[in-house]
Each structure stands twice: as C-alpha cells, then as structure tokens.
C-alpha cells in the first residue's frame, strides 16, 4: 500500500481521452500545462489511427485510459488519473492518494458519476464538445 505513495520518478505515459467532450478537453488542457517535463503525450479516442495500444471501443466510450509507456500497464478511473499524477513533476505526485485502498472506491464512484454526465457537465459549464463555443462566441 504504501509502494503507491512512494516518491519515484516521473514515467512517459500516454493518455487516450474523449476528446468529443468539452469538459475531458479542458482537463487534457490543464494537465498539458502542468507537464512542464513532456512526460505525458494525449490522444483522443476519434484519433484511431495514432493509437498505439489495443483498446476496445466500448472501453474508450466509457473511460479514461493511461498506459505506463514503460512499464506498458494500464490504469483506467481513478488508478488512470493517480498514473497522470506520478507522471506529472512534484508537487502532483501527492494527489496519487486517490487510488490508495479505501480512496479509491470513492474516488472511483466519483469518476463515474462525472464520465456518465460529463457531456452534460459540459454544457453546464458553456464548455461544448471541442471548446467550440469559446471559439464561437469569442471568450
């Protein structure tokens, strides 16, 4: 349990996101911004042919999914988010605790009760698929 929260050195990962959803978009966004070191590269799910990695459709509709591109595991929910976390330099690493035991069944829940309406999420926060209505509307 406590390997998790070891401090270890940033890896490559790749993350495949729903890059029709506004509010996946502004995440993938935010974390580009943090990644100051380039460790992590984005691919959105309509991008099949810069895959790298077998991963079946319905699973990409459903949920986030991280790849250790050296150690080739995949994470996906919460894990996936805590594999961007070590991937990101310090001090991100400390948010990893979300897939510790016992964090990580609400941290879970808590990410499908978000992937499940994140289209809807989007619109309540103006951010429509693509960030198309910043661009339209000149914000």
Known sequence: MLAILKIQRSTP??????????ICE???RLIAAADWVGMI??????DRTSFGHQIPQAELNSTLVVFDDTTGEKTTKAAAF???FRALPLPFHIFRF???PGFRWL???VYDLVAANRHRI???????VCDT???QHGK
């Open 122 to 128: 989007s619109k309540w926060f103006g951010v429509e």
């Open 133 to 135: 209505s910043t661009v």
């Open 41 to 46: 590269r984005f691919i959105g799910n309509s």
């Open 98 to 100: 979300i897939a510790l």
């Open 82 to 84: 805590a594999t961007i």
């Open 13 to 22: 990962i790749t993350v495949y996101y729903d890059d029709s959803c506004g």
């Open 26 to 28: 502004r995440c993938k």
């Open 107 to 109: 941290s879970d829940a």
